[in-house]
């Protein structure tokens, strides 16, 4: 209905491959860019702080693990391990007196040496044993945070982080914090939706799709696995360093723990594998859903129009946020990135039908 | 290739007024000097655009000219251009221009009969053609054409090692151009100057439905004012994004895509191939486009069929705020305002529908466009006009550069074409013919004196068109004077026109209008069965059989109103008194219409004439023993009675 096809030609082949040929598409992305970067303007710091701003470090961190769930199609269930090795090494880093920049940088580092290094179990097993391969990261890594007294300051010990800042801004208020943590996935966003379009990106579609085809028309899935498992853990490590100094301002090992792989893996897969859009949508739904639900079951008890015994009052948001998660995946198994892209095409097309493939 | 000397005979006396450096070079010299970075030309590659700037366009085409004068083209030589709309064939038209050659465009898809006359007549010695299946058609008349010495392609797929029999590719010819070019420093300024406002600048043909077809030389002069005429009305404007998707031989796109694109600074558009036009369109979305009334039928019925396969709520608004806006079209063009409530609709409508439909058509940013060749059907016409783009008609033939008479976008109306542009007169004769005079008519057909003198009567072009004014001063065509006829009362009349005003009638899929030396008019009316068959399954109306149908008086009735509605736009005299729904459609295999469904009017007065015979009796049915050709050849005869309805018009006479 607003999409306007026509008028929307090319002189070269690079415009052709833009992101967004259609103008309507960009002024979509400019009016969020702009009411992301105004948010603090008309948010209160309490949406900001607990809503906003977690929902961006989790959507890079959504983003780094469809990388290598949704375009190499290597199932990972450890990567919150990835982003605890970031964490635990941005922290020790500025302990050590590194300046924040660096940190970052080195918490990704690391993050992908370790990452890579189980990225290896990759070349031997694929799917479920891949799985097993990276849930033993899991537990390896936890264990090892717990054990290690250096690492985690004790068994049941919290690190605070040290009070930094970011080439010149000092990373303290809430703002700061948000617009970090808004760069960074903007970043990331851009960094993903752009791999897309490179012979890497394609590389590792290519072995998605079938490995061994891809070695027959020649893309090394040696190199490309670990390639993939590489740039994913240093996105990811970044990203739970942030998760640290933009969020928690702490760290504990609880915050990476198994339960919290799963909820990645459950953010890319109801967000839609393999897309930029399905990981901010995955992780809003993840994140979000299960707050606003809380608050709307607990305002229905409060008014009295819901009347149940307060033991159920606290599973139903649980119960109703199981079944949405079900609901949505038999509705769109190609996750809610599938369901804009439907509704996209319903406007693209506009009056006339509209085919859902 | 020797040539003869200038064969183009002084006929500066004939336009004393025009300036010699006024032509086709010169304009587009002024354009590469003016805004030699502009885009002039952009053409679809493998998906892609490649755009020629100004500067581009005239180095192409002085090279090209280079190269054709060193393979022997010179002044006053035919050169033949072939070939689906590309860059290059323009170029060439334009290099040829320079050489005062003259380029004498072709169909692609003529026959070889017809190309081969085309090439005899005019003594043509050099072809310009697009690909290997123009210069093979070449090839193959050769044993008849000797004198075709150069043939010269676009596309070079398919045609290497052919040079020593005077087969070049245009991009060789351009080579050496440039290197003629390179050596020679005056050659650039020369050939600049060479062509002159009195030369023909494209020798065009007349469609040939009757004898050979007449070639017909336009000059510089000519088309110059044709497109200033136009520009002047406001008919376009400079720089104007034009689609070239029509074909290269028809006046049409000689004027738009070279004269008015050269003169007016167009951005001229060649489609990848002719097959995906429609969608290179719609990349594009160009501010001026033409297509025939057919073409802007399709249209109508592609977004109709898109329509009907779409999801409920699109159809249901669709079908809410088309006919709204038809509706609203409908009085503004009978001149009442549309109310504040209305306009306010209207927006949502345009937001809702008739934007993303412009936008699906590809012609969202079409300022200006047009429509002409034909008349074109109301519904068609009130429908585009309610999408919300302000299409109009013009009128021309090729003999006055197609553009003599349009409408403006104030007063439209669905009968007349509208009014002269400034420049053109316009006066109709004593037998109802249209004459015409203006600097766009041409000077007389190509080597006829006797066809030139036939279609000049003091200084006015004769078009052959019949027509009249309309109350508001506009022009209405009415058909070909060939086809007038007369009643026997002196009415003069042309059944084709009333006939094809019938058909725009939905139900009605065609129609035959009798009167000539009768006392009145009258009309054999085919119903269209799908149409009608819709229509009476929605109002009940039981039938069996397209006979049935037709006969059924609900139908009958239908029919009756919209033959009164096309009466009430007749004038007096001419109008009908009487009609008949015949029981079964005109049929080629019965001889009664060719196989393009034109009238042959012989067979069916002697088919039907005990039908005739008792519309003038007076009766008011008739027996007919109706003689059938089955598929396999064998015949049958079935009695149908059939109603004879009597009109308003045919009651008054009593």
Same mark, same amino acid.
């Given at each position: 209905m607003?999409?306007?096809? !026509?008028?929307?030609?090319?002189?070269?082949?690079?415009?052709?491959?833009?992101?967004?040929?259609?103008?309507?598409?960009r002024?979509?992305?400019?009016?969020?860019?702009?009411?992301a970067?105004?948010?603090?303007?008309?948010?209160?710091?309490?949406?900001l702080? =607990?809503?906003?701003l977690?929902?961006?470090?989790w !959507?890079?961190?959504?983003?780094s693990?469809? &990388?290598?769930?949704?375009?190499?199609?290597q199932?990972?269930?450890?990567?919150?391990?990835?982003m605890?090795?970031g964490?635990? !090494?941005?922290?020790?880093?500025?302990?050590?007196?590194?300046?924040?920049?660096?940190?970052?940088?080195?918490?990704?580092?690391?993050?992908?040496?370790?990452?890579?290094?189980?990225?290896?179990?990759?070349?031997?097993v694929?799917?479920?044993?891949?799985?097993?391969?990276?849930?033993?990261?899991?537990?390896l890594?936890?264990?090892?945070?717990?054990?290690?007294?250096?690492?985690?300051?004790?068994?049941?010990?919290?690190?605070?982080?040290?009070?930094?800042?970011?080439f010149?801004?000092?990373?303290?208020?809430l703002e700061?914090?948000?617009?970090?943590a808004?760069?960074?996935?903007?970043?990331?966003?851009?960094?993903f939706?752009?791999?897309?379009?490179? !012979?890497?990106?394609?590389?590792?579609?290519?072995?998605?799709?079938?490995?061994?085809a891809?070695?027959?028309?020649?893309?090394?899935?040696f190199?490309?696995?670990?390639?993939?498992?590489?740039?994913?853990?240093?996105?990811?490590?970044?990203?739970?360093?942030?998760?640290?100094?933009?969020?928690?301002?702490?760290?504990?090992?609880?915050q990476?723990?198994?339960?919290?792989?799963?909820?990645l893996?459950?953010?890319?897969l109801?967000?839609?594998?393999?897309?930029?859009?399905?990981?901010? &949508?995955?992780a809003?739904?993840v994140l979000?859903?299960?707050i606003?639900?809380?608050?709307?079951?607990?305002?229905?008890?409060?008014?009295?129009?819901?009347?149940? =015994?307060?033991?159920?009052?606290?599973?139903?948001?649980?119960i109703?946020y199981?079944?949405?998660?079900?609901?949505f995946?038999?509705?769109e198994p190609?996750?809610?990135?599938?369901?804009?892209d439907?509704?996209?095409?319903?406007?693209?097309?506009?009056?006339?039908?509209? =085919?859902?493939? | *290739?020797?040539?003869?000397p200038?064969?183009? $005979?002084?006929?500066? +006396?004939?336009? $004393?007024?025009?300036?010699?450096?006024?032509?086709?070079?010169?304009?587009?010299?002024?354009?590469?000097?003016?805004?030699?970075?502009?885009?002039?030309?952009?053409?679809?590659?493998?998906?892609?655009?490649?755009?020629?700037?100004?500067?581009?366009?005239?180095?192409?085409?002085?090279?090209?000219?280079?190269g054709?004068?060193?393979?022997?083209v010179?002044?006053?030589?035919?050169v033949?251009v072939?070939?689906?709309?590309?860059?290059?064939?323009?170029?060439?038209?334009?290099?040829?221009?320079?050489?005062r050659?003259?380029?004498? $465009?072709?169909?692609?898809?003529?026959?070889s009969?017809?190309?081969?006359?085309? *090439?005899?007549?005019?003594?043509?010695?050099a072809?310009?053609?697009?690909d290997?299946?123009?210069?093979?058609?070449?090839?193959?008349?050769?044993?008849?054409?000797?004198?075709?010495?150069?043939i010269?392609?676009?596309d070079?797929?398919? %045609?290497?090692?052919?040079?020593?029999?005077?087969?070049?590719?245009?991009?060789?010819?351009?080579?050496?151009?440039?290197e003629?070019?390179?050596?020679e420093?005056?050659?650039?300024?020369?050939?600049?100057?060479?062509?002159?406002?009195?030369?023909?600048?494209?020798?065009?043909?007349?469609?040939?439905t009757?004898?050979?077809?007449?070639? #017909?030389?336009?000059?510089?002069?000519?088309?110059?004012?044709a497109?200033?005429?136009a520009?002047?009305?406001?008919?376009?404007?400079q720089?104007?994004?034009?689609?070239?998707?029509?074909? *290269?031989a028809?006046v049409?796109?000689?004027?738009?895509?070279?004269?008015?694109?050269?003169?007016?600074?167009?951005? /001229?558009?060649?489609?990848?191939?002719?097959?995906?036009?429609?969608h290179?369109?719609?990349?594009?979305?160009?501010?001026?486009?033409?297509?025939?009334?057919?073409?802007?039928?399709?249209?109508?019925?592609?977004?109709?069929?898109?329509?009907?396969?779409?999801s409920?709520?699109?159809?249901a608004?669709?079908?809410?705020?088309?006919?709204?806006?038809?509706? %609203?079209?409908r009085?503004?063009l009978?001149?009442?305002?549309?109310?504040?409530?209305?306009?306010?609709?209207?927006? /949502?409508?345009?937001?809702?529908?008739y934007?993303?439909?412009?936008?699906?058509?590809?012609?969202?940013?079409?300022?200006?466009p047009?429509?002409?060749?034909?008349a074109?059907?109301?519904?068609?016409?009130?429908?585009?006009?309610?999408l919300?783009?302000?299409?109009?008609?013009?009128?021309?033939?090729?003999?006055?550069c197609?553009?003599?008479?349009?409408?403006?976008?104030?007063?439209?109306?669905?009968?007349?074409?509208?009014?002269?542009?400034p420049?053109?007169?316009?006066k109709?004769?004593?037998?109802?013919?249209?004459?015409?005079?203006?600097d766009?008519?041409?000077?007389?057909y190509?080597?006829?004196?006797?066809?030139?003198?036939?279609?000049?009567?003091?200084?006015?072009?004769?078009?052959?068109?019949?027509?009249?004014?309309?109350?508001?001063?506009?022009l209405?065509?009415?058909?070909?004077?060939?086809? *007038?006829?007369?009643?026997?009362?002196?009415?003069?009349?042309?059944?084709?026109?009333?006939?094809?005003?019938?058909?725009f009638?939905?139900?009605?899929?065609?129609?035959?209008?009798?009167?000539?030396?009768?006392?009145?008019?009258?009309?054999?009316?085919?119903?269209d069965?799908?149409?009608?068959?819709?229509?009476?399954?929605e109002?009940?109306?039981?039938?069996a059989?397209?006979?049935?149908?037709?006969?059924?008086?609900p139908?009958?009735?239908? #029919?009756?109103?919209?033959?009164?509605?096309?009466?009430?736009?007749?004038?007096?005299?001419?109008?009908? +008194?009487r009609f008949?729904?015949? +029981?079964?459609?005109?049929? $080629?295999?019965?001889?009664?219409?060719?196989?393009?469904?034109k009238?042959?009017?012989?067979?069916?007065?002697?088919?039907?004439?005990?039908i005739?015979?008792? #519309?003038?009796?007076?009766?008011?049915? /008739?027996?007919?023993?109706?003689t059938?050709?089955?598929?396999?050849?064998?015949?049958?005869?079935?009695?149908?009675?059939?109603?004879?309805?009597t009109?308003?018009?045919?009651?008054?006479?009593?």
């Amino acid at each position: 209905m607003f999409y306007r096809l !026509s008028g929307v030609y090319h002189t070269r082949y690079q415009a052709a491959r833009a992101l967004w040929p259609i103008a309507a598409d960009r002024w979509q992305v400019i009016l969020l860019l702009a009411l992301a970067l105004a948010a603090p303007l008309f948010l209160s710091p309490l949406y900001l702080g =607990s809503y906003l701003l977690p929902w961006m470090i989790w !959507s890079a961190a959504a983003l780094s693990l469809t &990388l290598l769930m949704g375009l190499a199609g290597q199932l990972h269930f450890g990567f919150a391990a990835v982003m605890a090795i970031g964490a635990y !090494s941005a922290i020790h880093m500025t302990r050590a007196g590194l300046p924040f920049e660096l940190a970052l940088l080195g918490g990704g580092v690391s993050a992908a040496l370790i990452g890579t290094a189980f990225g290896f179990a990759a070349l031997r097993v694929k799917g479920l044993y891949l799985v097993m391969a990276t849930l033993a990261m899991q537990y390896l890594v936890d264990w090892v945070i717990i054990n290690v007294p250096a690492i985690s300051g004790g068994a049941q010990a919290t690190l605070r982080t040290p009070a930094v800042s970011f080439f010149g801004l000092p990373i303290a208020g809430l703002e700061a914090r948000y617009y970090l943590a808004l760069g960074w996935a903007v970043l990331l966003t851009v960094f993903f939706l752009n791999v897309r379009r490179t !012979s890497f990106g394609r590389a590792l579609i290519a072995i998605r799709d079938k490995d061994f085809a891809a070695a027959v028309i020649g893309v090394d899935p040696f190199r490309y696995k670990l390639l993939a498992f590489l740039t994913a853990s240093f996105m990811g490590g970044v990203t739970g360093a942030l998760l640290a100094f933009c969020y928690y301002r702490a760290v504990t090992p609880e915050q990476f723990s198994f339960n919290v792989s799963i909820q990645l893996v459950a953010m890319v897969l109801v967000g839609g594998l393999g897309t930029a859009i399905g990981s901010f &949508l995955g992780a809003g739904f993840v994140l979000l859903l299960p707050i606003v639900l809380t608050n709307l079951v607990a305002a229905l008890g409060s008014a009295g129009i819901l009347d149940v =015994s307060q033991n159920l009052m606290a599973h139903l948001p649980l119960i109703i946020y199981g079944a949405m998660i079900i609901g949505f995946l038999l509705f769109e198994p190609l996750g809610l990135a599938k369901i804009y892209d439907n509704i996209r095409k319903y406007f693209l097309v506009w009056p006339f039908r509209h =085919s859902r493939s | *290739m020797q040539h003869d000397p200038v064969v183009m $005979p002084d006929e500066a +006396h004939l336009h $004393p007024d025009w300036m010699d450096g006024d032509h086709l070079i010169a304009a587009l010299e002024r354009n590469a000097r003016d805004h030699p970075r502009e885009v002039a030309m952009r053409e679809r590659d493998h998906g892609i655009w490649h755009e020629v700037t100004w500067a581009d366009y005239l180095t192409r085409v002085l090279e090209l000219a280079a190269g054709l004068e060193g393979a022997g083209v010179g002044p006053g030589e035919v050169v033949l251009v072939m070939g689906d709309n590309r860059p290059q064939l323009y170029f060439a038209m334009l290099a040829a221009i320079c050489l005062r050659a003259i380029p004498s $465009p072709a169909y692609p898809d003529a026959p070889s009969s017809e190309i081969l006359g085309q *090439m005899q007549r005019e003594g043509i010695r050099a072809a310009i053609v697009e690909d290997q299946e123009q210069v093979d058609k070449l090839m193959g008349l050769r044993d008849d054409h000797s004198d075709l010495a150069l043939i010269a392609y676009d596309d070079p797929r398919g %045609l290497g090692g052919m040079e020593d029999r005077g087969v070049v590719a245009l991009r060789d010819l351009a080579a050496q151009g440039r290197e003629r070019l390179a050596n020679e420093p005056n050659l650039r300024r020369d050939l600049k100057e060479r062509a002159n406002v009195h030369d023909i600048a494209v020798l065009l043909h007349s469609s040939g439905t009757t004898g050979a077809p007449k070639g #017909i030389p336009l000059k510089h002069g000519h088309v110059l004012a044709a497109v200033r005429n136009a520009s002047a009305a406001g008919y376009f404007v400079q720089g104007e994004a034009h689609m070239a998707y029509l074909p *290269m031989a028809w006046v049409g796109d000689f004027i738009f895509s070279i004269a008015a694109a050269v003169e007016l600074r167009f951005v /001229v558009h060649v489609p990848e191939r002719q097959e995906t036009a429609q969608h290179d369109l719609r990349e594009i979305a160009p501010t001026l486009y033409f297509a025939s009334p057919r073409a802007w039928s399709a249209m109508l019925t592609r977004i109709q069929v898109g329509i009907a396969e779409t999801s409920g709520l699109k159809r249901a608004l669709y079908e809410h705020f088309m006919p709204f806006a038809i509706d %609203l079209e409908r009085r503004r063009l009978e001149g009442r305002k549309p109310g504040i409530a209305a306009r306010l609709w209207r927006g /949502v409508g345009n937001a809702l529908i008739y934007a993303p439909l412009r936008d699906q058509l590809g012609l969202r940013r079409v300022k200006r466009p047009y429509t002409a060749g034909e008349a074109i059907g109301e519904d068609v016409f009130l429908f585009f006009r309610a999408l919300g783009l302000n299409l109009r008609q013009f009128y021309g033939q090729t003999e006055n550069c197609a553009l003599a008479v349009a409408q403006k976008p104030e007063d439209i109306s669905l009968t007349s074409v509208g009014r002269p542009f400034p420049g053109v007169e316009v006066k109709i004769d004593d037998n109802g013919e249209i004459l015409l005079k203006g600097d766009n008519n041409f000077d007389g057909y190509f080597q006829n004196a006797e066809a030139t003198a036939e279609t000049f009567r003091d200084g006015w072009l004769l078009t052959g068109d019949a027509g009249r004014w309309d109350d508001d001063g506009q022009l209405m065509v009415l058909g070909r004077v060939s086809e *007038m006829v007369e009643t026997a009362r002196g009415d003069r009349f042309i059944p084709t026109y009333i006939e094809n005003r019938l058909k725009f009638s939905p139900h009605i899929r065609d129609a035959c209008v009798i009167g000539a030396g009768r006392d009145f008019l009258s009309a054999i009316v085919n119903i269209d069965f799908a149409a009608v068959g819709q229509w009476a399954q929605e109002n009940g109306v039981a039938y069996a059989s397209y006979a049935d149908l037709s006969q059924a008086q609900p139908v009958v009735d239908l #029919i009756r109103d919209e033959i009164e509605a096309v009466n009430a736009d007749l004038p007096e005299g001419p109008r009908l +008194h009487r009609f008949v729904n015949l +029981h079964k459609e005109f049929d $080629p295999d019965d001889g009664e219409v060719t196989r393009t469904r034109k009238l042959r009017r012989g067979v069916i007065d002697k088919n039907y004439a005990p039908i005739i015979a008792a #519309i003038y009796d007076g009766r008011d049915s /008739v027996d007919f023993e109706a003689t059938i050709t089955y598929e396999t050849g064998q015949q049958g005869t079935m009695t149908r009675t059939l109603s004879i309805v009597t009109l308003e018009a045919g009651k008054e006479r009593g």
